[in-house]
């Protein structure tokens, strides 16, 4: 059936995803003031986030990386470094010192990335690279301003600035970093500078201060507002792969983590049995008893399969109507059938009054399962399900039965003889 086939790629294979649209809701109503989600969700954002802002990362620190060449020229190009060991001046051999040290870290923090390294420590490293750049800028501006040379104070605001960028960080990382810096400022100026110096220091620190706060507000604000997005993204998204009347995976979920469960299983060689299943008479039991009432039937069929999922990558969904769908993932077609049998007699000890049907006089489901070859796509493995649903109802109903190649694999398991279709499985 082509309405089968993946619409999109799958992100995991857990059956739960369905009813995660419920987390992300209740979040949202309880509020994130201080900026941070109950876990695991605050993991999730944060992978998320770090992987949309990574890009922008490797943008930013290959800016920095050229910017800081240019300043490790002028340093060579303005100061006589042999002059100043002579006359046992070691603070600008300091100053050069920590410039190619935070060099050598942009250029290791950028190849990091570029390699696809640091997928989670990465913001880690943008902090330690910011807090270098601020400290060294600031103790190269103190051995300027002792020798008399021009000196780029505005380089520290912009250093500021820099800190509030779209680096991976969170606001909290943002905001410790740029005191740092503001920090590092005042410290060289206090201990490197003269005594008349100092107070354009403390000026300057406090500008620095002033600025790392305005910094800070538009980073709580913007990362507020990514958080609330991340939150209503989710929601549409799970929103768009659940439904709604029985509160178990829809269409379009089920088809592409099956999909997905398929390419897995063939990668590791792995039995997989797609049911599908069907509500026996549904509609003269809508019509004898209220499309309300169907609803609930429906509701309760759909619970019961949720508990013969044995698994975690077994699958579950509501392919439309009353048509259902079943992945059994790792089960041999013998086992299957026994689950599937015991779905049939679950359905039908649920007792919901069914007096139109012509099958028994309480509501039944039949199924039709087919055994994954290893090879085929999803599409052509519920056309044989499809098949063996036929089957299963034109022998009276109420019962689930296998496609010939699933019933063949259970007869040569029993004489220890597989077809030749099925012996990669072994």
């Known amino acids: 059936m082509s309405g089968l086939a993946p619409t999109m790629p799958a992100a995991t294979l857990k059956a739960e995803e369905a009813h995660m649209g419920e987390v992300y809701a209740e979040q949202q109503l309880r509020g994130f ?9 605050e993991r999730e954002y944060l992978a998320a986030m770090r992987a949309a802002k990574r890009p922008g990362t490797l943008i930013c620190i290959a800016t920095a990386l050229v910017i800081w060449l240019v300043f490790v020229a002028l340093d060579l190009s303005r100061l006589d470094l042999a002059a100043e060991i002579a006359n046992r001046r070691y603070d600008a051999w300091l100053g050069i010192g920590l410039r190619w040290t935070t060099l050598a870290l942009l250029t290791g923090l950028l190849i990091a990335l570029l390699r696809g390294g640091l997928k989670t420590a990465y913001p880690w490293g943008s902090m330690l690279t910011l807090v270098m750049i601020g400290a060294t800028a600031a103790i190269n501006a103190c051995v300027y301003k002792l020798r008399g040379l021009p000196q780029a104070d505005l380089a520290e605001f912009a250093i500021i600035m820099a800190v509030f960028l779209p680096l991976g960080m969170t606001f909290r990382q943002s905001t410790v970093t740029a005191l740092l810096v503001a920090g590092a400022t005042a410290t060289a100026g206090l201990v490197m500078l003269d005594l008349e110096q ?4 403390v000026r300057m620190s406090v500008l620095l201060l002033f600025a790392a706060f305005v910094g800070a507000v538009g980073a709580y604000l913007r990362e507020y507002a990514e958080r609330d997005q991340f939150l209503l993204r989710r929601q549409l998204h799970y929103g768009a792969m659940q439904d709604a009347l029985t509160g178990i995976g829809n269409r379009r979920y089920f088809a592409q983590h099956a999909a997905a469960a398929l390419r897995q299983a063939a990668r590791e060689r792995e039995d997989v049995v797609l049911a599908v299943l069907d509500v026996d008479h549904f509609k003269s039991f809508n019509d004898r008893y209220g499309h309300h009432a169907g609803d609930m ?4 069929v759909a619970q019961s399969l949720k508990q013969s999922l044995r698994r975690p990558l077994d699958l579950v969904g509501r392919l439309g109507g ?14 299957a059938l ?26 039944t489901v039949s199924i039709g399962a087919a055994c994954f070859d290893g090879r085929e796509s999803l599409e052509s493995l519920y056309k044989r399900a499809d098949a063996a649903l036929y089957e299963s109802k034109a022998a009276g109903r109420n019962r689930a039965a296998l496609d010939d190649m699933a019933a063949s694999l259970i007869a040569a398991t029993a004489n220890d003889q597989l077809p030749p279709s099925s012996r990669w499985r072994r």
């Open 33 to 41: 003031r201080r900026l941070r989600f109950e876990e695991p969700l």
């Open 338 to 363: 026994m689950v599937l049998e015991a779905v049939v007699a679950t359905v039908a000890n649920l007792s919901i009054a069914h007096e139109a049907s012509e099958t028994a006089n309480c509501l």
């Open 198 to 201: 100092r107070y354009e220091t």
């Open 322 to 335: 009353e048509e259902f769908g079943l992945l059994l993932y790792g089960a041999k077609p013998k086992e």
């Open 297 to 300: 039937a429906l509701h309760r």
